[in-house]
């Protein structure tokens, strides 16, 4: 992996370091896309989201505080949660690898899409 | 009622812990703020009447206690009638009553920390927790067991979420703890009660969980993990790494190996999403109803002790009926809850 850069910094919610690729969520629609190991990056989880947030590696928000939906939900799984971003869902492009760090909420380009 | 600084210090500093965990535009169906003004007074009206009611009748404070939803909910209530009191048009002694026996129900579930001040969210007595010892109920946890035990509570919280709202969870769960038991010295318990997963009152529904009640039991190694006002927990541990036992009830019974939780999770996602597809097809006036519905529904137990109806009273719906919702209200929230817990 190239050396990593610094691109978003939000709240963390769930502790932990994870490194994967970025996948897009706006709705449930998306369950049966979402690759198991990913990372999910969503303006915010609701309950039908579930079973997305199951398969993630970590999670990114827009919105959310560390007792909303995917800070808690987080937390249960065992991965880490940056929520709070504000524009991941801008910023952040599909395909993209990302490292999550859910204690201090800094999110780190380290590779381009393939 | 006059609490002591400290007392309300521990209140506020409590509450205004919470308040900046929470982001208020992640809340489904709605911000609180836009409907719980419309019908506060005449729920608190009724639920005031059904304590007295309990109390001539000669129940004690730890009885009438039993028949809240939990701790959280009572917190919440307290919360309510702190934040939303410019809506409260009841004689002064009558909110002073109903704060002060919340704050003394409170007490009896743990006197030395109410309010979560010092992060201990109790619901369960020493014998409670006395027949939860029996080593033969606890499974040692295994990292793959962990990581399912994970992704089991987390598809319950999410049907909890589609049930009650956001902001009424606690009427059908309460997580609680940190608890020590005798035979594990080191370790700290943490319960996560399910404790209403089919409520028929909120959703007339032949096809809701088979499951009414499941009680999660675990035990971490001694991470630092604290509870808050609203009885959510926060730690920067791993809750998988550190499991180190866990048993599942299930209708009060011991029940649940490994093996059974993937069906359980492929069937909990399911009526979750079949769940959240119903709240989504409501039309606004049903959304509204709903959610009143499902605040109301934490005081079912009370309710039915003076046998009265578990829908909310006429007033209440009529409070509620083709009203928009309100704006958020302009008030410094902390600001406003200093000076609400400075009045008590």
Redesign the interface.
Known sequence: MSKKKLILVGRGASAGITRGKVQIVTSTKDTTRFEQGNIMVTRITDPSMIMIMTKASAIVTDIGGTTSHPSIISRELGIPCVVATEKATQILEEGVYIEVNGETGEIFLVKEKD | MSLSPKIKRELFSSIDR?I????I??W?PFDPDSLIPYYLEPLVEKTIQTIKTLQEKGYSIRKIAQYFAGPTSIREEIGNCLYYDYTLSLPKKDITFYIDFLIKALSLFNSSDPFCFRGKNFFLETHQLRSLEKIRIWQKAEPET??ML??L???L???S??LYT?VWVASGSEFHGPYNLRKFDKEILIIRDFFDLAPTELWPSEELSRYKSIRILTLYNPIDLRF?F?G?F????????NLKYWAILVNDKVFLTPQSFPKL?DYF?YL??K???LVKNLNFEETKRKFMEAHYYRFRKLLEKVGASLQPTKEMYQAIKNKKLLSRTELNIREHYQLAIERL
């Open positions: 919470t900046s965990t929470i982001d535009n992640t489904e962990a990581k994970g992704k509570i987390g598809t919280l999410a049907l979420y589609s956001d808050d609203y959510n926060e730690t920067k541990a791993n809750l998988i790494t999770i996602a979750t999403s769940q959240y597809c």
